[in-house]
Protein backbone atom coordinates (compact mmCIF):
# COMPACT_ATOMS: atom_id res chain seq x y z
CA UNK A 1 0.00 0.00 0.00
CA UNK A 2 0.82 3.73 -0.73
CA UNK A 3 2.05 4.13 3.19
CA UNK A 4 5.37 1.52 2.96
CA UNK A 5 6.17 3.36 0.07
CA UNK A 6 7.85 6.27 2.57
CA UNK A 7 10.51 8.11 0.99
CA UNK A 8 13.89 6.72 3.54
CA UNK A 9 15.83 9.97 2.18
CA UNK A 10 13.10 12.27 3.59
CA UNK A 11 12.69 10.75 6.94
CA UNK A 12 16.44 10.38 7.15
CA UNK A 13 16.92 12.68 10.50
CA UNK A 14 19.60 14.50 9.14
CA UNK A 15 19.54 16.89 6.06
CA UNK A 16 22.03 18.19 3.22
CA UNK A 17 22.60 21.96 3.29
CA UNK A 18 22.34 23.65 -0.06
CA UNK A 19 25.95 24.99 0.23
CA UNK A 20 27.79 23.47 -2.86
CA UNK A 21 29.92 20.33 -2.19
CA UNK A 22 33.37 20.36 0.08
CA UNK A 23 34.62 17.61 -1.05
CA UNK A 24 34.38 14.74 -4.23
CA UNK A 25 36.81 13.11 -6.25
CA UNK A 26 39.11 11.03 -6.26
CA UNK A 27 37.15 8.55 -4.54
CA UNK A 28 33.42 7.83 -5.00
CA UNK A 29 32.24 10.02 -2.15
CA UNK A 30 30.80 13.60 -2.31
CA UNK A 31 31.39 15.47 1.11
CA UNK A 32 28.47 17.81 2.07
CA UNK A 33 27.98 20.04 5.10
CA UNK A 34 24.76 19.11 6.69
CA UNK A 35 22.76 19.40 9.99
CA UNK A 36 21.08 17.28 12.43
CA UNK A 37 17.12 18.22 12.39
CA UNK A 38 16.18 17.64 15.70
CA UNK A 39 19.02 20.32 17.30
CA UNK A 40 20.68 21.83 13.73
CA UNK A 41 23.90 20.80 15.17
CA UNK A 42 26.18 20.58 12.20
CA UNK A 43 27.65 17.40 10.66
CA UNK A 44 29.29 16.33 7.60
CA UNK A 45 27.66 13.64 5.03
CA UNK A 46 29.23 11.79 2.79
CA UNK A 47 27.24 10.99 -0.23
CA UNK A 48 27.30 8.26 -2.91
CA UNK A 49 25.12 8.49 -5.71
CA UNK A 50 24.60 4.37 -7.25
CA UNK A 51 25.39 4.58 -10.70
CA UNK A 52 24.15 1.63 -13.57
CA UNK A 53 27.48 -0.44 -14.45
CA UNK A 54 29.95 0.79 -11.56
CA UNK A 55 28.97 -2.57 -9.13
CA UNK A 56 33.01 -2.54 -8.62
CA UNK A 57 33.25 1.31 -7.37
CA UNK A 58 29.79 0.18 -5.73
CA UNK A 59 31.12 -2.21 -3.16
CA UNK A 60 34.45 -0.12 -2.90
CA UNK A 61 31.53 2.62 -1.16
CA UNK A 62 29.88 -0.45 1.10
CA UNK A 63 33.03 -1.41 2.73
CA UNK A 64 34.02 1.51 2.94
CA UNK A 65 30.86 2.62 4.94
CA UNK A 66 31.22 -0.72 6.95
CA UNK A 67 34.43 0.17 8.25
CA UNK A 68 33.95 3.60 9.40
CA UNK A 69 30.69 2.05 11.27
CA UNK A 70 33.03 -0.46 12.90
CA UNK A 71 36.27 1.34 13.49
CA UNK A 72 36.53 3.57 16.65
CA UNK A 73 39.31 5.46 17.43
CA UNK A 74 40.18 9.55 18.23
CA UNK A 75 41.79 10.23 15.86
CA UNK A 76 39.84 8.31 12.94
CA UNK A 77 36.72 10.11 11.20
CA UNK A 78 33.59 9.37 14.07
CA UNK A 79 30.52 8.17 12.83
CA UNK A 80 27.19 9.08 13.70
CA UNK A 81 24.73 7.94 11.60
CA UNK A 82 24.21 5.98 7.85
CA UNK A 83 21.40 5.41 5.30
CA UNK A 84 21.92 2.84 2.37
CA UNK A 85 18.73 2.76 -0.09
CA UNK A 86 18.93 1.03 -4.07
CA UNK A 87 20.39 4.87 -5.42
CA UNK A 88 22.60 6.04 -2.55
CA UNK A 89 24.68 5.61 -0.25
CA UNK A 90 24.51 8.55 3.23
CA UNK A 91 27.05 8.21 5.98
CA UNK A 92 26.91 11.01 8.76
CA UNK A 93 30.05 12.22 10.52
CA UNK A 94 31.37 14.53 13.05
CA UNK A 95 31.38 17.62 11.47
CA UNK A 96 34.65 18.38 9.49
CA UNK A 97 36.79 20.26 6.65
CA UNK A 98 38.91 18.48 4.33
CA UNK A 99 42.56 18.84 5.28
CA UNK A 100 43.37 20.79 1.72
CA UNK A 101 40.51 23.04 2.15
CA UNK A 102 41.26 23.31 5.38
CA UNK A 103 44.75 24.54 4.61
CA UNK A 104 44.13 26.96 1.84
CA UNK A 105 41.99 29.03 4.39
CA UNK A 106 44.34 28.89 7.16
CA UNK A 107 47.24 30.70 4.86
CA UNK A 108 44.97 32.93 3.66
CA UNK A 109 44.27 33.90 7.14
CA UNK A 110 47.76 34.00 7.53
CA UNK A 111 48.83 30.45 8.25
CA UNK A 112 49.32 27.40 10.12
CA UNK A 113 51.92 28.02 13.08
CA UNK A 114 54.46 24.66 12.92
CA UNK A 115 52.59 23.37 16.08
CA UNK A 116 49.84 22.90 14.64
CA UNK A 117 51.38 20.92 11.46
CA UNK A 118 53.24 18.79 14.03
CA UNK A 119 50.21 17.43 16.47
CA UNK A 120 48.16 16.89 12.83
CA UNK A 121 50.98 14.71 11.52
CA UNK A 122 51.25 12.99 15.09
CA UNK A 123 47.60 12.12 15.31
CA UNK A 124 47.24 10.95 11.50
CA UNK A 125 50.46 8.81 12.40
CA UNK A 126 48.49 7.31 15.12
CA UNK A 127 45.65 6.57 13.82
CA UNK A 128 47.84 4.78 11.25
CA UNK A 129 49.83 2.95 13.74
CA UNK A 130 46.18 2.15 15.55
CA UNK A 131 45.06 0.55 12.20
CA UNK A 132 48.81 -1.27 11.16
CA UNK A 133 49.61 -2.31 14.70
CA UNK A 134 45.97 -3.14 16.69
CA UNK A 135 44.09 -4.63 13.62
CA UNK A 136 46.39 -5.26 11.41
CA UNK A 137 44.98 -3.26 8.60
CA UNK A 138 46.57 -1.38 5.74
CA UNK A 139 44.83 2.08 4.83
CA UNK A 140 45.81 1.77 1.41
CA UNK A 141 44.98 5.46 0.57
CA UNK A 142 47.27 7.76 3.28
CA UNK A 143 46.99 11.04 0.96
CA UNK A 144 45.57 14.97 1.77
CA UNK A 145 42.15 13.65 -0.05
CA UNK A 146 41.64 11.10 3.42
CA UNK A 147 42.70 13.68 5.92
CA UNK A 148 39.92 16.11 7.34
CA UNK A 149 40.11 18.66 10.03
CA UNK A 150 37.16 18.67 12.99
CA UNK A 151 36.70 22.31 14.44
CA UNK A 152 39.06 22.51 17.30
CA UNK A 153 41.95 21.45 14.21
CA UNK A 154 42.21 17.57 15.29
CA UNK A 155 43.14 15.98 12.20
CA UNK A 156 40.81 12.76 11.25
CA UNK A 157 41.66 9.80 9.22
CA UNK A 158 39.15 8.82 6.89
CA UNK A 159 39.05 7.59 2.76
CA UNK A 160 38.63 4.03 4.11
CA UNK A 161 37.83 2.52 1.01
CA UNK A 162 40.55 0.78 0.16
CA UNK A 163 41.62 -0.74 2.85
CA UNK A 164 42.28 -4.76 3.64
CA UNK A 165 43.72 -6.85 6.17
CA UNK A 166 46.95 -7.43 6.17
CA UNK A 167 46.69 -10.95 7.23
CA UNK A 168 45.35 -11.89 3.57
CA UNK A 169 41.62 -11.87 5.19
CA UNK A 170 39.45 -10.99 2.71
CA UNK A 171 41.65 -11.14 -0.45
CA UNK A 172 44.07 -8.33 -1.33
CA UNK A 173 43.62 -4.53 -1.30
CA UNK A 174 40.99 -3.66 -3.76
CA UNK A 175 41.58 -1.94 -7.21
CA UNK A 176 41.45 1.83 -7.18
CA UNK A 177 41.25 2.46 -10.59
CA UNK A 178 42.05 6.52 -9.82
CA UNK A 179 45.21 7.63 -11.20
CA UNK A 180 45.09 10.92 -8.87
CA UNK A 181 45.47 8.31 -6.13
CA UNK A 182 47.95 5.86 -7.62
CA UNK A 183 50.44 8.33 -8.00
CA UNK A 184 50.83 8.30 -4.18
CA UNK A 185 51.58 4.46 -4.55
CA UNK A 186 55.38 2.99 -3.30
CA UNK A 187 57.63 1.89 -6.50
CA UNK A 188 57.81 -1.33 -5.42
CA UNK A 189 53.89 -2.04 -6.59
CA UNK A 190 54.78 -0.68 -9.95
CA UNK A 191 57.32 -2.30 -10.82
CA UNK A 192 56.88 -5.34 -8.62
CA UNK A 193 60.48 -5.17 -6.79
CA UNK A 194 60.99 -6.12 -3.23
CA UNK A 195 57.42 -7.54 -2.53
CA UNK A 196 58.68 -10.48 -0.70
CA UNK A 197 61.10 -8.56 1.47
CA UNK A 198 58.53 -5.34 2.52
CA UNK A 199 56.99 -4.71 6.15
CA UNK A 200 53.13 -5.14 6.54
CA UNK A 201 53.37 -1.00 6.91
CA UNK A 202 55.56 -0.26 4.19
CA UNK A 203 53.51 1.19 1.36
CA UNK A 204 51.22 3.37 3.83
CA UNK A 205 54.63 4.80 5.16
CA UNK A 206 55.70 5.54 1.75
CA UNK A 207 52.14 7.25 1.10
CA UNK A 208 52.63 9.48 4.52
CA UNK A 209 55.81 10.74 3.24
CA UNK A 210 53.87 12.14 -0.07
CA UNK A 211 51.59 13.36 2.88
CA UNK A 212 54.05 15.31 4.62
CA UNK A 213 55.22 16.71 1.39
CA UNK A 214 52.13 17.87 0.28
CA UNK A 215 51.40 19.45 3.92
CA UNK A 216 54.20 21.43 3.57
CA UNK A 217 54.72 22.21 -0.01
CA UNK A 218 51.37 21.73 -2.24
CA UNK A 219 49.90 19.11 -4.36
CA UNK A 220 52.68 16.47 -5.44
CA UNK A 221 53.36 17.43 -9.56
CA UNK A 222 55.39 13.82 -9.76
CA UNK A 223 56.88 11.18 -7.41
CA UNK A 224 60.03 12.37 -8.55
CA UNK A 225 59.39 15.85 -6.55
CA UNK A 226 60.09 13.92 -3.27
CA UNK A 227 63.29 13.53 -3.27
CA UNK A 228 63.24 17.75 -2.75
CA UNK A 229 62.38 18.10 1.07
CA UNK A 230 61.41 21.84 -0.31
CA UNK A 231 59.69 23.48 3.17
CA UNK A 232 59.93 20.58 5.12
CA UNK A 233 61.09 22.09 9.45
CA UNK A 234 65.18 20.74 9.09
CA UNK A 235 63.40 18.76 12.44
CA UNK A 236 61.73 16.48 10.36
CA UNK A 237 63.90 16.11 7.55
CA UNK A 238 65.78 12.97 8.56
CA UNK A 239 62.78 11.18 9.15
CA UNK A 240 60.39 12.13 6.55
CA UNK A 241 63.55 11.14 4.39
CA UNK A 242 63.15 7.20 5.63
CA UNK A 243 59.63 7.22 4.78
CA UNK A 244 60.36 7.75 0.88
CA UNK A 245 63.67 5.86 1.30
CA UNK A 246 63.23 3.24 -1.91
CA UNK A 247 64.18 0.49 0.34
CA UNK A 248 60.51 -0.55 1.98
CA UNK A 249 62.50 -2.57 4.06
CA UNK A 250 63.91 0.30 5.81
CA UNK A 251 60.36 2.79 6.39
CA UNK A 252 59.80 2.38 10.15
CA UNK A 253 56.63 1.44 11.21
CA UNK A 254 54.36 3.94 12.56
CA UNK A 255 54.91 3.63 16.24
CA UNK A 256 58.61 3.88 16.10
CA UNK A 257 58.13 7.08 13.48
CA UNK A 258 56.42 8.66 16.39
CA UNK A 259 58.95 7.71 19.02
CA UNK A 260 61.69 8.94 16.57
CA UNK A 261 59.84 12.39 16.20
CA UNK A 262 59.14 12.74 19.67
CA UNK A 263 62.77 12.55 21.04
CA UNK A 264 64.77 15.72 22.64
CA UNK A 265 64.71 18.07 19.65
CA UNK A 266 62.26 16.17 17.49
CA UNK A 267 59.88 18.04 15.35
CA UNK A 268 56.72 16.45 17.09
CA UNK A 269 58.83 17.63 20.93
CA UNK A 270 57.12 20.76 22.21
CA UNK A 271 54.88 22.20 24.44
CA UNK A 272 51.50 21.23 22.27
CA UNK A 273 52.01 17.88 21.69
CA UNK A 274 52.49 17.68 25.49
CA UNK A 275 49.41 19.59 26.02
CA UNK A 276 47.69 17.75 23.80
CA UNK A 277 48.61 14.46 25.10
CA UNK A 278 48.21 15.27 28.70
CA UNK A 279 44.54 16.54 27.96
CA UNK A 280 43.67 12.72 26.59
CA UNK A 281 44.87 11.04 29.38
CA UNK A 282 43.86 13.82 31.64
CA UNK A 283 40.84 11.72 32.96
CA UNK A 284 43.70 9.41 34.63
CA UNK A 285 46.34 12.16 35.87
CA UNK A 286 46.92 12.25 39.37
CA UNK A 287 45.16 16.03 41.33
CA UNK A 288 48.78 16.88 41.26
CA UNK A 289 49.15 16.24 38.06
CA UNK A 290 46.60 17.75 36.82
CA UNK A 291 47.19 20.88 39.18
CA UNK A 292 50.75 21.30 38.00
CA UNK A 293 49.35 21.21 34.29
CA UNK A 294 46.49 23.99 35.06
CA UNK A 295 49.19 26.59 36.36
CA UNK A 296 51.58 26.37 33.60
CA UNK A 297 48.81 26.10 30.96
CA UNK A 298 48.23 29.94 31.18
CA UNK A 299 51.73 30.61 30.20
CA UNK A 300 51.14 28.74 26.69
CA UNK A 301 47.51 29.81 25.56
CA UNK A 302 48.77 32.77 23.72
CA UNK A 303 50.83 30.47 21.17
CA UNK A 304 48.28 28.06 21.01
CA UNK A 305 45.65 28.11 18.06
CA UNK A 306 42.49 29.73 18.67
CA UNK A 307 40.06 27.10 17.72
CA UNK A 308 42.09 24.86 19.83
CA UNK A 309 41.70 26.67 23.10
CA UNK A 310 37.68 27.10 22.54
CA UNK A 311 36.95 23.57 21.72
CA UNK A 312 39.14 21.69 23.34
CA UNK A 313 41.16 23.00 26.08
CA UNK A 314 37.97 24.81 27.74
CA UNK A 315 35.62 21.85 28.01
CA UNK A 316 38.47 20.27 29.95
CA UNK A 317 38.99 23.23 32.31
CA UNK A 318 35.04 23.29 32.67
CA UNK A 319 34.68 19.76 33.44
CA UNK A 320 38.28 19.78 35.77
CA UNK A 321 36.32 22.59 37.71
CA UNK A 322 32.79 21.15 37.78
CA UNK A 323 33.95 17.30 38.49
CA UNK A 324 37.62 17.86 40.02
CA UNK A 325 39.71 19.22 42.51
CA UNK A 326 41.84 21.48 40.22
CA UNK A 327 39.99 24.71 42.18
CA UNK A 328 41.48 28.32 41.61
CA UNK A 329 44.42 27.32 39.25
CA UNK A 330 41.61 26.55 36.38
CA UNK A 331 40.34 30.47 36.82
CA UNK A 332 43.28 32.05 35.15
CA UNK A 333 43.60 29.71 31.97
CA UNK A 334 39.80 29.70 32.10
CA UNK A 335 39.37 33.61 31.43
CA UNK A 336 42.08 33.63 28.58
CA UNK A 337 40.18 31.38 26.38
CA UNK A 338 37.17 33.20 27.70
CA UNK A 339 38.62 35.59 25.79
CA UNK A 340 38.19 34.02 22.22
CA UNK A 341 34.81 33.74 22.70
CA UNK A 342 31.43 35.73 21.57
CA UNK A 343 29.49 37.27 24.32
CA UNK A 344 26.63 34.51 23.63
CA UNK A 345 28.88 31.34 23.76
CA UNK A 346 30.75 33.62 27.02
CA UNK A 347 27.00 33.85 29.00
CA UNK A 348 26.59 30.01 28.21
CA UNK A 349 29.49 28.57 29.18
CA UNK A 350 31.81 30.79 30.94
CA UNK A 351 29.40 32.72 33.64
CA UNK A 352 27.12 29.93 35.51
CA UNK A 353 30.88 28.47 36.36
CA UNK A 354 31.68 31.76 37.51
CA UNK A 355 28.23 32.24 39.48
CA UNK A 356 29.08 29.04 41.04
CA UNK A 357 32.56 29.89 41.62
CA UNK A 358 31.61 32.56 44.15
CA UNK A 359 29.83 30.85 46.83
CA UNK A 360 33.36 28.76 47.25
CA UNK A 361 34.22 28.86 50.60
CA UNK A 362 37.90 28.56 49.35
CA UNK A 363 39.97 31.83 49.84
CA UNK A 364 42.52 30.77 46.93
CA UNK A 365 39.51 30.71 44.35
CA UNK A 366 37.93 33.91 46.21
CA UNK A 367 40.94 35.69 45.51
CA UNK A 368 41.63 34.97 42.43
CA UNK A 369 37.75 35.64 41.21
CA UNK A 370 38.87 39.09 42.14
CA UNK A 371 41.85 40.08 41.21
CA UNK A 372 40.46 38.34 37.56
CA UNK A 373 36.71 40.13 37.91
CA UNK A 374 37.82 42.67 34.70
CA UNK A 375 37.81 40.06 32.25
CA UNK A 376 34.23 38.89 33.46
CA UNK A 377 32.11 41.78 34.53
CA UNK A 378 30.64 42.68 31.51
CA UNK A 379 28.80 39.69 30.54
CA UNK A 380 27.51 39.68 34.06
CA UNK A 381 24.12 41.51 34.15
CA UNK A 382 22.42 43.45 36.79
CA UNK A 383 19.89 40.77 39.02
CA UNK A 384 22.45 37.92 38.08
CA UNK A 385 25.45 40.58 40.01
CA UNK A 386 22.68 41.59 42.91
CA UNK A 387 21.36 38.22 43.70
CA UNK A 388 24.02 35.66 43.09
CA UNK A 389 27.48 37.55 43.12
CA UNK A 390 27.09 40.53 45.71
CA UNK A 391 26.03 38.52 48.79
CA UNK A 392 29.18 36.25 48.38
CA UNK A 393 31.55 38.92 47.49
CA UNK A 394 30.77 41.27 50.87
CA UNK A 395 31.53 38.28 52.94
CA UNK A 396 35.10 39.54 51.76
CA UNK A 397 35.09 42.69 53.68
CA UNK A 398 34.76 40.89 57.01
CA UNK A 399 37.28 38.24 56.10
CA UNK A 400 40.34 38.01 58.14
CA UNK A 401 42.51 37.83 55.57
CA UNK A 402 43.88 41.86 54.48
CA UNK A 403 44.76 40.70 50.98
CA UNK A 404 41.10 39.70 50.45
CA UNK A 405 39.44 42.60 52.41
CA UNK A 406 41.75 44.69 49.81
CA UNK A 407 40.42 42.72 46.91
CA UNK A 408 37.15 42.81 47.87
CA UNK A 409 37.21 46.76 47.71
CA UNK A 410 39.00 47.11 44.72
CA UNK A 411 36.23 44.39 43.06
CA UNK A 412 33.50 47.73 44.45
CA UNK A 413 34.59 49.72 41.23
CA UNK A 414 33.27 46.82 38.79
CA UNK A 415 30.14 45.70 40.29
CA UNK A 416 28.83 49.00 41.87
CA UNK A 417 27.55 50.66 38.52
CA UNK A 418 25.67 47.09 38.70
CA UNK A 419 24.69 47.30 41.95
CA UNK A 420 20.75 48.36 42.94
CA UNK A 421 19.83 51.04 45.14
CA UNK A 422 19.72 48.79 48.58
CA UNK A 423 23.19 47.33 48.06
CA UNK A 424 24.93 49.76 46.89
CA UNK A 425 23.23 53.08 48.92
CA UNK A 426 22.95 50.88 52.27
CA UNK A 427 24.67 47.77 52.44
CA UNK A 428 27.98 48.82 50.48
CA UNK A 429 28.17 52.13 52.46
CA UNK A 430 27.73 50.32 55.83
CA UNK A 431 30.95 48.57 54.71
CA UNK A 432 33.33 50.82 54.08
CA UNK A 433 31.98 53.05 56.66
CA UNK A 434 33.50 50.24 58.84
CA UNK A 435 36.75 49.58 57.12
CA UNK A 436 37.65 53.21 57.12
CA UNK A 437 37.03 53.91 60.67
CA UNK A 438 38.26 50.17 62.21
CA UNK A 439 40.60 48.38 59.51
CA UNK A 440 43.78 48.13 60.59
CA UNK A 441 45.85 48.15 57.46
CA UNK A 442 46.23 51.27 56.41
CA UNK A 443 46.24 50.77 53.24
CA UNK A 444 42.92 49.05 52.78
CA UNK A 445 41.69 51.92 54.58
CA UNK A 446 42.85 53.95 51.78
CA UNK A 447 42.09 52.38 49.36
CA UNK A 448 38.31 52.29 50.34
CA UNK A 449 38.41 56.41 50.52
CA UNK A 450 39.79 56.18 46.47
CA UNK A 451 36.76 53.06 46.03
CA UNK A 452 34.60 55.86 47.31
CA UNK A 453 35.40 58.58 45.22
CA UNK A 454 34.95 56.71 41.83
CA UNK A 455 31.82 55.08 42.80
CA UNK A 456 30.06 58.30 44.00
CA UNK A 457 28.73 59.52 41.15
CA UNK A 458 26.51 56.07 41.42
CA UNK A 459 24.94 56.88 45.09
CA UNK A 460 21.99 58.17 45.09
CA UNK A 461 21.21 62.20 45.78
CA UNK A 462 20.48 61.95 49.40
CA UNK A 463 23.37 59.35 50.27
CA UNK A 464 25.95 61.20 48.40
CA UNK A 465 24.91 64.34 50.24
CA UNK A 466 25.26 62.31 53.93
CA UNK A 467 27.84 60.44 52.87
CA UNK A 468 30.96 61.96 50.78
CA UNK A 469 32.16 65.13 53.08
CA UNK A 470 31.61 62.85 56.37
CA UNK A 471 33.83 60.40 54.29
CA UNK A 472 36.61 62.30 52.82
CA UNK A 473 36.86 64.35 55.96
CA UNK A 474 37.57 61.27 57.81
CA UNK A 475 40.29 60.20 55.79
CA UNK A 476 41.89 63.72 56.01
CA UNK A 477 42.11 62.68 59.44
CA UNK A 478 44.02 59.20 59.02
CA UNK A 479 47.13 58.83 60.71
CA UNK A 480 48.38 56.54 57.13
CA UNK A 481 49.57 59.80 54.97
CA UNK A 482 48.32 57.92 51.81
CA UNK A 483 45.22 58.01 53.01
CA UNK A 484 44.84 61.62 53.79
CA UNK A 485 46.29 62.56 50.47
CA UNK A 486 43.11 60.40 49.27
CA UNK A 487 40.96 62.27 51.11
CA UNK A 488 41.96 65.20 49.54
CA UNK A 489 41.56 63.99 46.21
CA UNK A 490 38.14 62.42 46.95
CA UNK A 491 36.86 65.80 47.58
CA UNK A 492 38.77 67.13 44.77
CA UNK A 493 37.19 64.43 42.27
CA UNK A 494 33.92 64.68 43.53
CA UNK A 495 33.60 68.54 43.44
CA UNK A 496 30.72 68.83 41.06
CA UNK A 497 28.82 66.45 43.83
CA UNK A 498 28.92 69.66 46.70
CA UNK A 499 26.88 72.55 47.24
CA UNK A 500 28.29 76.56 47.27
CA UNK A 501 26.85 75.96 51.00
CA UNK A 502 28.87 72.84 51.96
CA UNK A 503 32.50 73.67 49.81
CA UNK A 504 32.39 76.79 52.41
CA UNK A 505 31.55 76.01 55.14
CA UNK A 506 32.47 72.10 55.12
CA UNK A 507 34.75 71.30 52.56
CA UNK A 508 37.08 74.03 52.69
CA UNK A 509 37.90 74.28 56.69
CA UNK A 510 39.24 70.60 56.20
CA UNK A 511 41.18 71.23 53.58
CA UNK A 512 42.90 74.68 54.73
CA UNK A 513 44.11 72.14 58.18
CA UNK A 514 45.72 70.09 56.43
CA UNK A 515 47.82 73.02 54.65
CA UNK A 516 49.89 72.46 58.21
CA UNK A 517 50.27 68.54 57.65
CA UNK A 518 53.87 66.98 58.55
CA UNK A 519 53.66 65.23 54.98
CA UNK A 520 54.44 67.65 52.09
CA UNK A 521 52.45 65.36 49.69
CA UNK A 522 49.40 65.90 51.71
CA UNK A 523 49.91 69.82 52.09
CA UNK A 524 50.71 70.32 48.63
CA UNK A 525 47.57 68.26 47.92
CA UNK A 526 45.39 70.23 50.09
CA UNK A 527 46.65 73.88 48.58
CA UNK A 528 45.66 72.56 44.74
CA UNK A 529 42.08 71.50 46.02
CA UNK A 530 41.81 74.74 48.19
CA UNK A 531 42.61 76.73 44.95
CA UNK A 532 40.03 74.53 42.82
CA UNK A 533 37.10 74.85 45.29
CA UNK A 534 38.21 79.09 45.96
CA UNK A 535 37.92 79.39 41.99
CA UNK A 536 34.29 77.71 41.93
CA UNK A 537 33.11 80.31 44.54
CA UNK A 538 34.78 83.36 43.51
CA UNK A 539 33.02 82.27 39.85
CA UNK A 540 29.68 82.33 41.32
CA UNK A 541 30.50 85.21 44.05
CA UNK A 542 31.30 87.32 40.37
CA UNK A 543 28.36 86.23 38.70
CA UNK A 544 25.61 84.63 40.49
CA UNK A 545 23.37 83.33 37.72
CA UNK A 546 26.35 80.60 37.42
CA UNK A 547 25.05 78.94 40.59
CA UNK A 548 22.52 76.69 38.80
CA UNK A 549 24.79 75.92 36.50
CA UNK A 550 27.56 74.91 38.91
CA UNK A 551 25.19 72.85 41.19
CA UNK A 552 23.61 70.89 38.29
CA UNK A 553 24.93 67.63 39.47
CA UNK A 554 24.21 68.26 43.19
CA UNK A 555 21.04 66.97 43.43
CA UNK A 556 20.68 64.90 40.29
CA UNK A 557 20.22 61.00 40.06
CA UNK A 558 22.70 59.00 40.14
CA UNK A 559 24.14 58.64 36.69
CA UNK A 560 27.41 56.61 35.69
CA UNK A 561 28.12 59.68 33.03
CA UNK A 562 28.97 62.23 36.57
CA UNK A 563 32.33 59.60 37.19
CA UNK A 564 34.13 60.72 34.10
CA UNK A 565 36.63 62.97 36.54
CA UNK A 566 36.34 60.15 39.36
CA UNK A 567 37.79 57.70 37.01
CA UNK A 568 40.41 58.90 36.52
CA UNK A 569 42.02 60.24 39.87
CA UNK A 570 43.72 58.57 42.45
CA UNK A 571 44.95 55.43 40.10
CA UNK A 572 48.00 54.78 42.15
CA UNK A 573 46.04 53.89 45.42
CA UNK A 574 44.62 51.16 43.58
CA UNK A 575 47.54 49.94 42.07
CA UNK A 576 50.37 51.23 43.77
CA UNK A 577 49.07 50.57 47.41
CA UNK A 578 48.04 47.25 46.74
CA UNK A 579 52.43 46.27 45.97
CA UNK A 580 52.38 48.69 49.48
CA UNK A 581 49.79 46.71 51.00
CA UNK A 582 52.20 43.53 49.90
CA UNK A 583 54.90 44.92 51.46
CA UNK A 584 53.19 45.90 54.99
CA UNK A 585 51.12 42.15 54.91
CA UNK A 586 53.39 39.88 53.53
CA UNK A 587 57.52 41.44 53.79
CA UNK A 588 56.69 43.40 56.77
CA UNK A 589 53.19 42.73 58.74
CA UNK A 590 54.11 45.06 61.71
CA UNK A 591 54.49 47.43 60.02
CA UNK A 592 50.91 48.01 58.58
CA UNK A 593 50.31 48.79 62.77
CA UNK A 594 52.48 51.03 63.63
CA UNK A 595 50.46 54.27 62.44
CA UNK A 596 52.26 56.70 64.33
CA UNK A 597 55.13 56.55 62.28
CA UNK A 598 53.41 56.55 58.41
CA UNK A 599 53.37 60.21 58.14
CA UNK A 600 56.97 59.80 57.90
CA UNK A 601 56.57 57.02 55.30
CA UNK A 602 57.99 58.63 52.01
CA UNK A 603 54.57 59.00 49.56
CA UNK A 604 54.10 56.31 46.89
CA UNK A 605 56.07 57.24 43.94
CA UNK A 606 53.62 58.30 40.89
CA UNK A 607 50.98 60.28 42.49
CA UNK A 608 49.59 62.10 40.38
CA UNK A 609 47.86 65.92 40.92
CA UNK A 610 44.13 65.61 41.12
CA UNK A 611 41.82 65.41 38.32
CA UNK A 612 42.61 67.55 35.19
CA UNK A 613 39.12 68.94 34.69
CA UNK A 614 39.18 71.05 37.80
CA UNK A 615 40.60 74.79 37.02
CA UNK A 616 43.31 76.29 39.21
CA UNK A 617 43.11 79.01 40.89
CA UNK A 618 45.49 82.03 40.69
CA UNK A 619 48.05 81.81 43.45
CA UNK A 620 46.78 82.65 47.05
CA UNK A 621 47.44 86.32 48.49
CA UNK A 622 49.46 87.22 51.40
CA UNK A 623 46.52 88.05 52.86
CA UNK A 624 44.63 84.86 52.45
CA UNK A 625 47.28 82.81 54.41
CA UNK A 626 45.85 84.99 57.36
CA UNK A 627 42.20 84.12 55.73
CA UNK A 628 43.43 80.54 56.12
CA UNK A 629 44.35 80.45 59.42
CA UNK A 630 41.46 81.94 60.77
CA UNK A 631 39.29 79.20 58.82
CA UNK A 632 41.81 76.85 60.57
CA UNK A 633 40.91 77.41 63.68
CA UNK A 634 37.35 77.72 62.80
CA UNK A 635 37.60 74.20 61.49
CA UNK A 636 38.56 73.37 64.71
CA UNK A 637 36.11 74.91 66.30
CA UNK A 638 33.67 72.99 64.34
CA UNK A 639 34.75 69.61 64.13
CA UNK A 640 33.24 68.66 67.46
CA UNK A 641 29.73 68.78 65.84
CA UNK A 642 30.89 67.34 62.28
CA UNK A 643 32.77 64.72 64.13
CA UNK A 644 29.84 63.24 65.40
CA UNK A 645 28.22 62.85 61.38
CA UNK A 646 32.25 61.32 60.65
CA UNK A 647 31.75 58.46 63.25
CA UNK A 648 28.64 56.46 61.47
CA UNK A 649 28.16 57.83 58.06
CA UNK A 650 27.51 54.36 56.99
CA UNK A 651 24.18 53.63 58.88
CA UNK A 652 21.38 54.58 57.42
Not at 343 to 358: L, R, T
Not at 378 to 401: A, K, M, R, S, W
Not at 480 to 506: E, I, W
Not at 529 to 555: N, Y
Request: aromatic share 8%.
Amino acid sequence: MWFFARDPVRDFPFELSPDPPEGGPPGPWVLHRGRKKATGSPVSIFVYDVKPGADEQTQVAKAAFKRLKTLRHPNILAYIDGLETEKCLHVVTEAVTPLKMYLKERAEAGGLKELELSWGLHQIVKALSFLVNDCSLIHNNICMAAVFVDRAGEWKLGGLDYMYSSQGNGGGPPRKGVPELEQYDPPELADGSGRAVREKWSADMWRLGCLIWEVFNGSLPRAAALRNPGKIPKSLVPHYCELVGANPKVRPNPARFLQNCRAPGGFMNNRFVETNLFLEEIQIKEPAEKQKFFQELSKSLDSFPEDFCRHKVLPQLLTAFEFGSAGAVVLTPLFKVGKFLNAEEYQQKIIPVVVKMFSSTDRAMRIRLLQQMEQFIQYLDEPTVNTQIFPHVVHGFLDTNPAIREQTVKSMLLLAPKLNEANLNVELMKHFARLQAKDEQGPIRCNTTVCLGKIGSYLSASTRHRVLTSAFSRATKDPFAPSRVAGVLGFAATHNLYSMNDCAHKILPVLCGLTVDPEKSVRDQAFKAIRSFLSKLESVSEDPTQLAEVEKDVHAASSPGMGGAAASWAGWAVTGVSSLTSKLIRAHPAAALAETNVPQRPTPEGLPAPAPTLVPATPATPGAWETQEEGTDSAEDSSAADRQDDEDWGSL
